[in-house]
């Protein structure tokens, strides 16, 4: 027998609109189902796929759980379970291709398409995504809207189809349509239904092989009798002018946006007859020409229309001269593959933003790669996330100073002009929240007042001004180490004129050089933030006396946490509060607005958190950096995510030796030492002498004190300028909190820290310079 005839005896008959387009499913637990299948296999008309069911299983439950990270045996668990007990054979649907006789077993429907589109989360949200399950796309055209169609069931946009094409696949079509050899001269609309049949076997596809017509359009639009309901949306990619212009105008009489895309410049046009009723068809472009007159004209007459759609000037350098050669070089005018690959991305993204109201214009737009990438127009790429300061491992921690070295006033001298700059000098290298340095300084004869600094904005964090009294309070602890050091006494006037709140205390000073030198004020320059990870050591015994005898020669009290359980849920509360404080619109920008992204601007400003200080590696400095805008949150916010946010704090209070909170008494407390309505101020000196014991015991100290003033907002200012959710969930935190660190209702609570064994920082934050924060205001010298 000749190769012709065995090609002849072995050939499959011309492929028609009766080929099976449409896969056969089967209930994987329905005995009946299983049965036909089971009969379809001892046929030999289906070819089983390797069976993947329980790899789908486990990926789905590893999906649903991101940081779930299971050894195999637990998953093989999770999986049975799931199961409920049944045979992974009789779980989720079968599919048989009856076009190439594979047999494939997939997930039900709602699982398969929850794991189908698990990766489009969150460009798509999990409602997004349900919503557009819920639409129908008619798509008429199947040469550049093939590959839109395709797309659009791909992505999960729309679930049900219909699909018009009178014309097959030709050989020449294979430079854009993606298909086979083996499928010349099968309808295209044949081909389409089935590539998009074999991503999701679940969709609903019904296909129009002798293409839109003038007399089945309205059908193909509304459904007809029976026939699934109104298309949400009409893909029209058609090449006859006189059907392109009439779909158009059943389209506006029935209500249903139209999208176009034309293989040309990524020219993409959007007529939302939904919104605009009257709206000209193709932008009016035409005129007022309308289908009618279109109808039976020769192709010659139909050119100067289709001229006034296209446009010339919006022509591309090589499709103008190719029009001009069609019926002479050129058979049809010219489309390439990556053309219809860019026009089913453009038409697929608008289509879905249509869908979900979040593109309501209409219009003609170009995404023109030939414009967008070519010589002269790249941008030069920035550097978008910080980096992270290194050094070798062996290297020690050079901390950068935060200013000029510490001078104390000159011995035996009166204090004078340079004196009183050296003590405010000490002052200035106090904490502040955010290092916003909120203070001011006036010498005046033999007074220096201490004032907060009026041109500070007002912070959510800074509740009634606690944090600025307490800043206050540490520097004025710093000038009295500093004073008595040189051999004077300060004395302290806190609040001394009721009338005006913003003069926080006046402080005086007096020879005393029989004064012992107080040992704390040679660590007032190495005192700093040291978010740096340490060994969970345990906390020293001595070391938790000595730091508790500092708190109560204060008139303060110190509460420690060091039991490894009570430090993880101090974590995860604190991670919480992170979360809380990068998801609230104020919250996030005030914390924004203090972060020093560059050297340059760490320099120039010399206040705010220098990004060196966070001690962040560079994958914590990318998550930041993602962080800085707020829109980006604002959508994580509305999704409910940000878990990521509370890592931070966890990982901290993990590499941490105990979790600390001072607190002072208020007026009533019983003891008769309460400290008032502003018990801050004295309070920053007593967390100054903290920390700087701390550092001398060469432990590591950084405040984690953003809930505490949160608490404060919510118990005693009504939670202003917090949202309801926001404050059930400080309500919460306060609660879980109180369980690891009582609160007292007479106690005021001043500042929450970790202690740590770690090295020194790398960096300090830097300081004004006295000369801006102190002003003279004709003041004699001290004697």
């Known amino acids: 027998m000749s190769l012709q005839a065995h090609i002849n005896a072995a050939a499959v008959p011309a492929a028609d609109a009766a080929s099976p387009w449409r896969p056969r499913l089967f209930g994987a637990q329905d005995a009946a189902q299983r049965a036909e ?17 329980a790899e789908q299983v486990a990926e789905l439950l590893t999906t649903r759980r991101p ?27 079968w599919v048989w291709y009856p076009w190439s006789g594979r047999l494939a077993h997939v997930l039900p429907e709602r699982e398969y398409r929850e794991l189908r589109h698990s990766r489009n989360q969150y460009k798509i ?31 999960g946009v729309g679930s ?21 050899v083996t499928d010349i001269g099968l309808p295209k609309v044949v081909i389409a239904a089935r590539q998009m049949y074999e991503i ?59 999208l176009m895309e034309t293989n040309e410049r990524g020219m993409l046009d959007v007529e939302r007859f939904d919104l605009e009723p009257d709206r000209p068809v193709l932008h009016g472009l035409l005129d007022g020409v309308a289908a009618a007159d279109l109808k039976g004209l020769p192709v010659r007459e139909k050119v100067p229309h289709v001229m006034r759609i296209l446009g010339p000037e919006n022509l591309s350098p090589r499709m103008a001269p190719s029009l001009m050669e069609i019926g002479h070089t050129l058979s049809s005018w010219p489309q390439l593959a990556s053309g219809v690959a860019l026009g089913a991305a453009v038409l697929t993204d608008a289509a879905r933003r249509v869908l979900l109201g979040q593109f309501t214009g209409s219009g003609r737009f170009f995404v023109d790669l030939a414009e967008l990438v070519r010589d002269w127009t790249q941008v030069r790429p920035a550097l978008a996330v910080p980096r992270a300061a290194t050094r070798p491992a062996e290297a020690p921690a050079q901390p950068r100073a935060a200013g000029s070295p510490l001078l104390l006033p000159a011995a035996g001298e009166e204090l004078g002009e340079e004196g009183i700059r050296r003590l405010v000098a000490y002052g200035t290298r106090a904490p502040s929240g955010g290092n916003v340095q909120p203070w001011t300084f006036t010498a005046r004869g033999p007074v220096l007042s201490c ?9 959510l964090l800074d509740f009634q001004g606690t944090a600025s009294e307490l800043a206050i309070g540490a520097a004025v602890e710093n000038i009295d180490l500093a004073a008595r050091a040189a051999g004077w006494a300060c004395h302290v006037h806190p609040f001394p004129d009721p009338a005006d709140p913003g003069l926080v205390c006046e402080l005086t000073f007096s020879r005393a050089p029989e004064t012992p030198r107080p040992e704390l004020v040679d660590w007032i320059d190495r005192r700093a933030t040291n978010r740096r990870p340490g060994p969970p050591r345990p906390l020293d015994a001595a070391h938790r006396r000595a730091l508790e005898r500092c708190a ?21 509360i604190l991670g919480a509060g992170d979360r809380l404080r990068m998801l609230s619109p104020r919250l996030h920008r005030e914390m924004m607005s203090e972060l020093r992204w560059t050297p340059e601007e760490v320099r120039s400003t010399r206040d705010g958190i220098d990004l060196a200080t966070l001690e962040a590696d560079p994958a914590d400095l990318a998550g930041l950096s993602l962080a800085r805008h707020w829109p980006h949150l604002d959508f994580v916010r509305q999704i409910g995510g940000g878990r990521a946010f509370e890592e931070g704090a966890r990982r901290s209070v993990a590499a941490s030796s105990a979790i600390g909170c001072l607190t002072l008494p208020t007026a009533g407390s019983g003891s008769g030492s309460g400290f008032g309505d502003h018990a801050h101020f004295a309070g920053g000196r007593a967390v100054q002498r903290l920390w700087l014991t701390a550092t001398s015991l060469g432990l590591g100290f950084q405040p984690l004190t953003v809930l505490l003033y949160l608490f404060a907002r919510i118990e005693r200012g ?11 969930i400080l309500r919460t935190l306060r609660k879980r909190l109180s369980a690891l660190v009582p609160h007292h209702p007479d106690e005021t609570e001043l500042l929450l820290f970790r202690l740590h064994h770690a090295p020194p920082p790398t960096a300090h934050a830097l300081r004004r310079g006295v000369d801006t924060v102190l002003r003279f205001d004709g003041s004699d010298a001290c004697r």
């Open 37 to 53: 299948l089971t009969d379809l296999l001892a046929r030999g008309e289906a070819v089983p796929a390797p069976d993947t069911l």
């Open 67 to 93: 940081a779930w990270r299971p050894d195999e045996g637990e998953l093989t668990a999770a999986v049975e379970a799931h199961l409920g007990g049944r045979p992974p054979l009789e779980y989720g649907t």
């Open 125 to 155: 949200t999990g409602a997004e995504q349900a919503e557009l399950g819920g639409r129908t796309i008619a798509v008429a055209g199947l040469s550049v809207g093939a590959a839109s169609a395709f797309t659009l069931a791909q992505e």
């Open 160 to 180: 049900r189809f219909r699909l018009a094409d009178f014309d097959r696949l030709s050989l020449s079509n294979l430079n854009r349509l993606r298909a086979s």
């Open 200 to 258: 999701d076997p679940y969709l609903d596809i019904d296909v129009w092989p002798e293409g839109l017509t003038e007399d089945n359009v309205d059908a193909f639009l509304t459904g007809g009798e029976g026939g699934g309901g109104r298309a949400d949306l009409f893909i029209e990619e058609c090449d006859d002018l006189y059907i392109k212009v009439f779909a158009r105008e059943r389209a506006r009489a029935h209500g249903i946006a139209v």
């Open 451 to 459: 004032r907060t600094d009026d041109a500070q904005p007002s912070t």
């Open 552 to 572: 109560a020669d204060s008139g303060a009290r110190l509460h420690l946490v060091t039991d490894r359980a009570e430090l993880a849920e101090a974590g995860r």
């Open 718 to 728: 009504d939670g202003e300028g917090l949202d309801a959710a926001e404050t059930d």
